[in-house]
């Protein structure tokens, strides 16, 4: 797995897509086509100044086009994931008495782990209300505009990185759901009702909350396991710091920090909530990296273009077994030259033609 930003290529330009995972066919809206072509531009099918100037006119409005097509679709995208979070986390209506009971499981078994008990953790900061109050309103303010300002910063900003970045995020809440409706789990504030665990929903007593009446009945109040608040916050950290080159990113190391201490301190998840979160995120890096990786090697196979190199000439000083075939690119055939000819003392060596990384990629 790669945490490290990816690098452009030697030319400055990114390379193409190679990956099924990663391909959008689109790059920053507004940039020109690269030129594939040594000819002048004045010979390039009427590219260059000469050209009428509908031409030029017509590929920038194509390329506006797609443009504004592709990020409409990603916005239905994200917005098809958002309709299924929420209608999803209607779905644990009913099962309260699981919910409880899982609760209580979770609760022993943290006990059994020697975690930090949250009720030590609330004691603490129940001393300044005012620190109550900011928690809350973090957990309540906090979550969906980060992830949201993080898919518009990194579309507008960085779109090379935006297909690893969505895939992870799409990733990561289809396997939460999943567990969120297969494990229904009362957040650690229902505890006092059935353990006798002195915890305050501080949302109630405190306010804000986001489960009162002026929520609409959104939120899904059983669906503790895992925490979103947290793998979400670790996303957007994972992000930024492999998108951003300057020290000053490593700041978002604190933002998944916070937020864990934000959940157990509200007393709205556990700390195996936040565990469970976060390790789905660094699940679906994984299975996405290797995804890409597999998909680029199977693609590189698939193009290998056979190549005949001359043999040294009798009487060389240069050994045949110093010549290094695998290095030879298909540029160093002469041009006028097929590269499937036969020639007299050929050595045929199949040499693969270099494909661009992806830039979309989970790792560089």
């Keep these: 797995m790669s945490w490290a930003p990816s690098t452009d290529s030697a030319d400055g330009r990114r390379a193409a897509v190679s990956s099924p995972l990663v391909r959008h066919g689109l790059g920053t809206l507004g940039c020109p086509l690269p030129r594939t072509?040594?000819?002048?531009p004045d010979q390039l099918g009427g590219i260059g100044p000469g050209?009428?100037?509908?031409?030029?006119?017509?590929?920038?409005?194509?390329?506006?086009?797609?443009?504004?097509?592709?990020?409409?679709?990603q916005l239905l995208l994200i917005a098809v994931l958002y309709?299924?979070?929420?209608?999803?986390?209607?779905?644990?209506?009913?099962?309260?008495p699981a919910a409880l009971a899982a609760a209580k499981d979770v609760w022993?078994?943290?006990?059994?782990?020697?975690?930090?008990?949250?009720v030590a953790v609330q004691r603490l900061a129940?001393?300044?209300?005012?620190?109550?109050?900011?928690?809350?309103?973090?957990?309540?303010?906090v979550h969906f505009p980060s992830v949201i300002m993080l898919l518009l910063w990194?579309?507008?900003?960085?779109?090379?990185?935006?297909?690893?970045?969505?895939?992870?995020?799409?990733?990561?809440?289809?396997?939460?759901?999943?567990?969120?409706?297969?494990?229904?789990?009362?957040?650690?504030?229902?505890?006092?009702?059935?353990?006798?665990v002195p915890l305050v929903d501080t949302g109630a007593v405190y306010g804000p909350s986001p489960y009162g009446e002026g929520s609409g009945?959104?939120?899904?109040?059983?669906?503790?396991?895992?925490?979103?608040?947290?793998?979400?916050s670790l996303l957007e950290a994972w992000a930024v710091i492999t998108i951003l080159h300057h020290r000053a990113r490593w700041l978002m190391v604190l933002h998944p920090i916070l937020t864990i201490m934000v959940v157990v301190v509200t007393a709205n998840h556990y700390w195996l909530d936040g565990i469970v979160g976060s390790s789905l995120v660094v699940l679906s890096i994984v299975v996405l990296d290797q995804a890409n990786r597999r998909w680029a090697r199977r693609g590189l196979n698939r193009h290998e273009t056979p190549l005949r190199i001359p043999a040294p000439a009798p009487g060389s000083d240069v050994p045949a077994s110093t010549v290094?075939?695998?290095?030879?690119?298909?540029?160093?055939?002469?041009?006028?030259?097929?590269?499937?000819?036969?020639?007299?003392?050929a050595v045929p060596v199949a040499v693969p033609v270099p494909r661009p990384e992806s830039g979309g990629g989970i790792g560089p």
């Excluded at 022993?108 to 008990?117: D, I, K, T």
């Excluded at 129940?126 to 303010?141: G, Q, V």
């Design 83 to 96: 309709g299924t979070y929420s209608f999803s986390r209607h779905l644990a209506s009913g099962r309260e």
């Design 217 to 232: 009945g959104i939120a899904n109040e059983y669906a503790a396991m895992p925490s979103l608040h947290v793998g979400w």
């Design 51 to 73: 050209a009428a100037p509908s031409a030029g006119s017509l590929a920038r409005a194509r390329r506006v086009a797609g443009a504004v097509a592709y990020a409409v679709s």
């Design 154 to 196: 990194v579309f507008i900003r960085h779109r090379r990185h935006w297909t690893r970045i969505r895939n992870v995020l799409i990733m990561t809440t289809g396997l939460a759901l999943i567990i969120h409706l297969l494990y229904p789990l009362a957040p650690p504030r229902f505890l006092p009702s059935v353990l006798h």
């Design 324 to 345: 290094p075939a695998s290095t030879v690119m298909a540029s160093d055939v002469p041009p006028n030259q097929p590269a499937s000819s036969p020639e007299a003392g």
């Design 126 to 141: 129940l001393h300044s209300h005012l620190l109550i109050r900011a928690a809350d309103w973090f957990y309540i303010l």
């Design 37 to 40: 072509s040594s000819a002048p």
């Design 108 to 118: 022993r078994l943290e006990r059994f782990l020697h975690l930090p008990s949250e």
